[in-house]
């Protein structure tokens, strides 16, 4: 079955430090991946995505993510946080399970954001 | 309004009570879903449903149970709610097929359940 590993549970930074949040899964076949953002009381709305093709996907708000599929990893970054970055983020995996496409989810990144 | 709507948005019910959580979407997509979210465990999938007669248990089924009454339309209900199903649920949606965005969920704004 396929898994996701998110190696950060809690990350604080300060405004304009680098982020990058690691994500892992376990899957041999062919996969999408996303990053998935909780702002605080809210649901969860796409950050990015990736398909095929160009393995660094560009997101909103200045997130991007690489694919590196001989690390099975597809890690979300962004240069220069704000404090409105200040939220969950969930990277998932869609592939195929049982003659289905299911998306599995792993457990999530708080990010707090200090001004 | 909101493309996929969770009723209610908060409820507080008693172990051994029948709870019914609602979703609707006017996506238009064929898959709808029922996650569950757990501080330290993210999302877990509950059950799916890729049309009306097509409905399949997920990773935390025990406990629950679904309707899919229409295709804008799939409801999950605790028979006899426990405290350990407090949580917060979501619904969310896909619209499926083979194009890409095909498996990009659209979520609702989530139902708080406690069990006391």
């Known amino acids: 079955a396929q898994s996701v590993s998110q190696h950060n549970h809690h990350v604080i930074l300060s405004e304009a430090a680098s982020l990058e949040l690691g994500c892992n899964y376990s899957?041999?076949?062919?996969?999408?991946l996303f990053w998935y953002v909780q702002y605080p009381g809210q649901h969860l709305q796409l950050l990015l995505k990736?398909?095929?093709?160009?393995?660094l996907v560009k997101g909103i708000k200045g997130f991007e993510a690489e694919f590196i599929k001989s690390k099975f990893s597809f890690n979300l970054r962004k240069p220069s946080v704000q404090w409105s970055d200040t939220a969950e983020y969930f990277c998932?995996?869609?592939?195929?399970?049982?003659?289905?496409?299911?998306?599995?989810f792993g457990i999530g990144t708080k990010l707090q954001v200090i001004p | 309004d909101a493309d996929v709507t969770q009723t209610p948005r908060n409820r507080i019910t008693k172990t051994g009570k029948r709870i019914m959580l609602e979703c609707s979407q006017t996506?238009?997509?064929?898959?709808m879903y029922w996650y569950r979210q757990d501080p330290g465990l993210g999302l877990r999938l509950i059950y799916y449903?890729?049309?009306?007669?097509?409905?399949n248990k997920g990773e935390i089924s025990d406990g629950y149970s679904v309707s899919r009454q229409a295709q804008a339309k799939f409801s999950l209900s605790l028979e006899s709610a426990i405290p350990n199903q407090t949580a917060l649920y979501f619904c969310?949606?896909?619209?499926?097929?083979?194009?890409?965005?095909?498996?990009?969920?659209?979520f609702g704004a989530g139902s708080r359940l406690t069990v006391l």
């Open positions: 899957y041999g076949g062919t996969v999408n």
């Open positions: 969310a949606t896909t619209p499926g097929g083979g194009a890409p965005g095909a498996n990009v969920l659209t």
């Open positions: 449903s890729f049309d009306v007669k097509d409905i």
């Open positions: 996506k238009g997509h064929d898959r």
């Open positions: 998932a995996v869609n592939a195929r399970s049982g003659g289905y496409q299911k998306v599995t």
């Open positions: 990736y398909f095929s093709g160009d393995p």
